[in-house]
C-alpha cells in the first residue's frame, strides 16, 4: 500500500467518525431527544458537521486524492479504490467552492427547519413552517450556485439524488407512465370499491410493533445489525452496514400503514446491510442513488408485500398477533391492502395512487425553483394539484403540504426518487421472473428468501459503485421505460376490479 494510499485511508476513518456522529445527534433528534435538549444538540450537530466540512475540503485531502490520481499512483489502485478517489474528488472539487460560513448557516438553518416543521404539522399550521422553508429555498439556490454553476439550479438537484438524471428524462419517463396511469386509475375508481368497515376500528399499538418485528424477520432484516425505534415519519438511517436503523409510526386508527411502513424501510435497511463488507466507511459503501435506493424499499412494500402470496404462509400468525384481525380473512385482508382510492397522505397511498402524489410534488418542486412561485401560494398551489389528480382537497395542513418532512432538510429534488423506483421495480420484476420463475409462486410457498437473495446479488452487494443507469444496463439489459410498471398494475388490478378488464 502507497503512503498516500494510507493517509487517505486514515483520513477516511475520521470522516466515517464524523458520520457516525452526526447521524446518531439525528437518530437522538428524531426519535427520543426531549423538547429540552434541542439546543445542545443544534450545537453539537453544527460543530460536528463544520469540522467534518474542513476535513472533507482540506488542502491535505485534496493533495492526497490529486497523488492518488497522477498515472503513476492510480494504476496502484484497486476497481474499489479507484472509484472512491475519483468520487471524493468530484465531490470535493465543488464542496470546495463552498464558503465555510454558508456552509455554517446551512446546518443551522437545516436543524431550525426540521424542528418548525415538527411543531408546524402537530399544530397542522404552514405558518409556522413558512418562514423556515423560505429560508431552506434560499440557502439551496445559495449554494447550488457555487456546486454547480453549470447546470439548471433543479437538473442540479435532481442529480444530488439520482446521479445522471435530469427533468427532461423524467419527464418523459413521468409522461409515459400518466399516460397510461390516469385511464387506469379512473377506471378503477369508478368500479364498485371494496366494504372497508372491518378496518375502520381501533387497534392495538402495541401489537402493531409485534407485528413490525415479525415482518422485518420474515423479510429478512438482521437484528444483529439493525435496531428499531419510533419517530413521526418513518425513516432508515444507516450508520454503517452493520448498524442500520428503522423507524415507524403506530396509529390506533389504522393497522394496514405501520405494516407497510415496516416493510417499506426493512427493504431499505435489507439493501444497506448486505452491500459488500469491504466497502463498509468508504465512498463505495450506501448507495447514495436514491431512485435506485426507493426500488428497493418499494420493490418490498409492494411487489412482495402488497401480493396475497406473501401473506400466505404467514397470515394466520399476524392475526395472533394483532388479533383485531381475527375476522378478517386473507381475500378481504389482500383486497383492502391493494384497495386503490383517492386519499391525502402519500406514505399511506396504494400503489397506483401513489404514483400521482409524487408527480405532484415533483411539479410543486418545479414551481419553486423555475417559476418562483411564493411560499405562501403553495398550501393553495397543492390543494389544487390535489383537486386536479385525486379529486380531493386537504381539509387542513397536516394532511396537505406538511405531510412529508422532506422539505424541511432541504431534500429538493429527493421526491421524483419514489416513482423512479416504482418504475425500476417493474424492471426488475420482469427481470426476476425471467430468472427465477413466478414470483407469485415464490412468495406461496414462503421462499422470499431466493427473491431478497436475487436483488442482494443483482443490486445490494454494488452498494455505490454502478450509477442507476449502470445498474438497469446490468439488470435487465435496457434503458428505463414505464412500460413493465404499466403491464404489471393493469394485470393486477384486473383481478380486483372488472373494469381494468376492458381497458385498452
Known amino acids: 500500500m502507497s503512503e498516500l494510499l494510507g493517509k487517505l485511508k486514515e483520513i477516511n476513518a475520521k470522516l466515517a467518525n464524523f458520520t457516525t456522529i452526526s447521524e446518531l445527534l439525528y437518530w437522538d433528534m428524531r426519535t427520543i431527544m426531549p423538547e429540552g435538549g434541542f439546543e445542545a444538540h443544534a450545537n453539537a450537530m453544527d460543530y460536528i458537521q463544520t469540522e467534518s466540512f474542513r476535513l472533507s475540503n482540506s488542502d491535505e485531502l485534496f493533495e492526497i486524492l490529486k497523488g492518488l490520481s497522477e498515472p503513476e499512483e492510480w494504476e496502484q489502485l484497486d476497481d474499489m479504490w479507484k472509484f472512491i478517489v475519483k468520487t471524493m474528488r468530484e465531490d470535493q472539487e465543488r464542496s470546495r467552492r463552498i464558503p465555510e460560513e454558508v456552509f455554517r448557516r446551512a446546518v443551522a438553518i437545516t436543524t431550525e427547519s426540521e424542528h418548525a416543521w415538527e411543531e408546524a404539522k402537530q399544530a397542522s399550521d404552514f405558518s409556522i413552517f413558512a418562514p423556515h422553508l423560505k ?209 391525502m397522505i402519500r406514505t399511506a397511498a396504494d400503489e397506483v395512487t401513489y404514483c400521482l402524489h409524487v408527480i405532484l410534488r415533483y411539479e410543486v418542486e418545479k414551481a419553486i425553483f423555475r417559476e418562483g412561485v411564493a411560499v405562501e401560494d403553495l398550501p393553495a398551489l397543492w390543494n389544487s394539484k390535489m383537486k ?32 423512479l423506483g416504482s418504475i425500476y421495480d417493474g424492471m426488475f420484476l420482469e427481470a426476476m421472473e425471467a430468472e427465477l420463475g413466478s414470483v407469485d409462486t415464490l412468495l406461496a410457498d414462503g421462499k422470499i428468501g431466493e427473491i431478497r437473495g436475487w436483488l442482494n446479488r443483482k443490486i445490494h452487494w454494488y452498494g455505490n459503485t454502478r450509477l442507476p443507469k449502470e445498474v438497469l444496463q446490468a439488470v435487465c439489459g435496457r434503458e428505463a421505460t414505464a412500460q413493465p410498471l404499466l403491464r404489471y398494475f393493469r394485470e393486477k388490478y384486473a383481478r380486483y376490479y372488472p373494469n381494468v378488464k376492458n381497458l385498452k
Open 388 to 419: 386536479e389528480y385525486l379529486g380531493i382537497v386537504p381539509k387542513n395542513d397536516a394532511e396537505g403540504i406538511l405531510q412529508d418532512m422532506h422539505w424541511s432538510d432541504g431534500s429538493f429534488g429527493y421526491f421524483p426518487t419514489y416513482l
Open 135 to 343: 429560508k431552506q429555498i434560499e440557502i439551496t439556490k445559495e449554494i447550488k450556485s457555487y456546486t454547480h454553476p453549470e447546470m439548471e439550479l433543479y437538473d442540479a438537484l435532481l442529480n444530488d439524488y439520482e446521479k445522471g438524471m435530469d427533468s427532461a428524462t423524467i419527464d418523459r419517463i413521468f409522461s409515459e407512465l400518466r399516460e397510461g396511469l390516469v385511464p387506469l386509475v379512473r377506471q378503477i375508481l369508478a368500479d364498485k370499491q371494496p366494504d372497508d368497515s372491518k378496518f375502520r376500528r381501533k387497534f392495538d399499538t402495541e401489537a402493531e410493533k409485534k407485528v413490525q418485528k415479525y415482518l422485518l424477520s420474515y423479510i429478512g432484516f438482521d437484528w444483529e445489525r439493525g435496531t428499531t425505534a419510533e419517530s413521526e415519519h418513518p425513516f432508515t438511517l444507516d450508520l454503517t452496514c452493520s448498524d442500520v436503523r428503522v423507524t415507524n409510526h403506530f396509529r390506533e386508527d389504522d393497522v394496514i400503514d405501520p405494516m407497510f411502513s415496516a416493510i417499506h424501510e426493512g427493504g431499505h435497511a435489507i439493501f444497506e446491510q448486505n452491500v459488500n463488507p469491504e466497502y463498509k466507511d468508504t465512498e463505495a459503501g450506501g448507495c447514495s442513488y436514491l431512485g435506485i435506493h426507493e426500488s428497493q424499499s418499494r420493490f418490498f412494500e409492494n411487489i412482495l408485500g402488497r401480493n396475497i402470496n406473501f401473506w400466505k404462509p404467514i397470515y394466520a400468525d399476524i392475526q395472533k398477533l394483532q388479533p383485531e384481525l381475527a375476522d378478517v380473512s386473507l381475500e378481504e385482508f389482500a383486497r383492502e391492502i391493494n384497495h386503490v382510492q383517492a386519499s
